[in-house]
């Protein structure tokens, strides 16, 4: 008889909208799995979806799936007002679970998913693709090398276009926990954990965002929904000690300097506008990541774990612009 190591592993997948099916069925191809069931509340996405990539069984309720389809392993990709239930529900049934960003609409239900992960001992992880994508990968490597020196200052300017209009009965429509949690992410991943944030927004459309890392390191967010999604959106710069500097743009292109000279790069050849390069930014190398995780038994880079500290910046955002005031990041750890 073959172990779920010898073989690939069958997957279930709960969602067939949009982002879905343009990030996350396209690179199931590349991975070591079968696409044994795909669920939507709308059977034709589901059956659309299914008939494209090759599913096996269609469902339009994930508790009939997860009895029925005999699955060594879930990704959840709908809004994420359902994350925290539907990974919940997985976990429940026994079964690893990966979801979308946020990992849910609040830090109290993230904290509950991952409580119910150390209870089950179930493996839950969140899609922050940036910390996948190959430049960010360098990036990182690049902080903890000793010539680079103490990390001094983290900038980014990240922004989108007018696409969000902040409905507060909408998550999926507000746009620092839909678009810019993204970003929040990225920091903690590139530097450390915050320990205090100090935030001003206009509109929730625009938000300055100061950060002061544990490590003692400062951080500067610009975040802004009034761009074209034709030009550049994202820039990210991080000084280390005397002359070590380095500066990744569109999570693709990536530049290390020491003085002025130039040490180290990553420049894709082809084109990765908009975000289209599934390996480039991530989406790919996270869906391995879950996959080889599964097969492993070990915990993911993004686990649910790291993604309920990332709620817990989120929040202390939020309430850095409700007070006006520097507010503590809560500290997982204590």
Request: overall charge negative; charged content about 25%; glycine content about 6%.
């Given at each position: 008889?073959?172990?779920?190591?010898?073989?690939?592993?069958?997957?279930?997948?709960?969602?067939?909208?949009?982002?879905?099916?343009?990030?996350?069925?396209?690179?199931?191809?590349?991975?070591?799995?079968?696409?044994?069931?795909?669920?939507?509340?709308?059977?034709?996405?589901?059956?659309?979806?299914?008939?494209?990539?090759?599913?096996?069984?269609?469902?339009?309720?994930?508790?009939?799936?997860l009895s029925e389809a005999d699955l060594d392993?879930?990704?959840?990709?709908?809004?994420?007002?359902?994350?925290?239930?539907?990974?919940?529900?997985?976990?429940?049934?026994?079964?690893?679970?990966?979801?979308?960003?946020?990992?849910?609409?609040?830090?109290?239900?993230?904290?509950?998913?991952?409580?119910?992960?150390?209870?089950l001992d179930k493996i839950c992880m969140t899609?922050?693709?940036?910390?996948?994508?190959?430049?960010?990968?360098?990036?990182?490597?690049?902080?903890?090398?000793?010539?680079?020196?103490?990390?001094?200052?983290?900038?980014?300017?990240?922004?989108?276009?007018?696409?969000?209009?902040?409905?507060?009965?909408?998550?999926?429509?507000?746009?620092?926990?839909?678009?810019?949690?993204?970003?929040?992410?990225?920091?903690?991943?590139?530097?450390?954990?915050?320990?205090?944030?100090?935030?001003?927004?206009?509109?929730?459309?625009?938000?300055?965002?100061?950060?002061?890392?544990?490590?003692?390191?400062?951080?500067?967010?610009?975040?802004?929904?009034?761009?074209?999604?034709?030009?550049?959106?994202?820039?990210?710069?991080?000084?280390?000690?005397?002359?070590?500097?380095?500066?990744?743009?569109?999570?693709?292109?990536?530049?290390?300097?020491?003085?002025?000279?130039?040490?180290?790069?990553?420049?894709?050849?082809?084109?990765?506008?908009?975000?289209?390069?599934?390996?480039?930014?991530?989406?790919?190398?996270?869906?391995?990541?879950?996959?080889?995780?599964?097969?492993?038994?070990?915990v993911p880079e993004s686990s649910i774990d790291?993604?309920?500290?990332?709620?817990?910046?989120?929040?202390?955002?939020?309430?850095?612009?409700?007070?006006?005031?520097?507010?503590?990041?809560?500290?997982?750890?204590?």
């Open positions: 008889m073959s172990t779920r190591n010898e073989r690939e592993l069958r997957l279930g997948v709960i969602g067939a909208g949009r982002l879905s099916s343009s990030r996350i069925y396209p690179c199931l191809h590349t991975l070591p799995v079968e696409l044994a069931a795909v669920c939507d509340l709308d059977r034709q996405n589901a059956e659309r979806n299914a008939r494209k990539f090759g599913g096996q069984t269609v469902y339009t309720d994930p508790e009939k799936m392993a879930v990704i959840v990709c709908v809004g994420p007002e359902w994350h925290s239930r539907l990974a919940i529900q997985v976990m429940e049934a026994g079964l690893p679970v990966y979801t979308e960003k946020p990992p849910a609409i609040s830090s109290a239900d993230a904290r509950y998913m991952l409580e119910t992960s150390r209870r899609g922050f693709k940036k910390r996948f994508a190959p430049a960010y990968r360098k990036a990182r490597s690049a902080i903890t090398q000793d010539d680079f020196g103490p990390l001094s200052l983290l900038s980014i300017d990240y922004a989108c276009g007018p696409s969000y209009a902040n409905d507060p009965t909408n998550p999926r429509s507000q746009f620092l926990l839909d678009f810019c949690v993204h970003i929040l992410d990225l920091s903690r991943y590139l530097c450390d954990d915050v320990a205090e944030v100090y935030a001003l927004t206009k509109d929730e459309t625009t938000y300055a965002v100061n950060l002061l890392f544990r490590n003692g390191a400062l951080g500067v967010l610009a975040l802004s929904a009034h761009r074209d999604w034709n030009v550049s959106t994202e820039k990210v710069e991080i000084t280390g000690s005397a002359g070590q500097f380095m500066s990744v743009e569109n999570s693709v292109q990536l530049i290390r300097y020491a003085g002025s000279t130039v040490v180290d790069w990553h420049n894709p050849t082809f084109s990765t506008a908009r975000g289209d390069s599934l390996l480039e930014t991530g989406f790919q190398p996270e869906l391995m990541e879950f996959v080889t995780c599964v097969r492993d038994g070990r790291s993604s309920y500290r990332t709620m817990c910046l989120y929040e202390a955002i939020v309430g850095s612009v409700q007070e006006k005031r520097p507010v503590a990041v809560e500290d997982a750890d204590a």
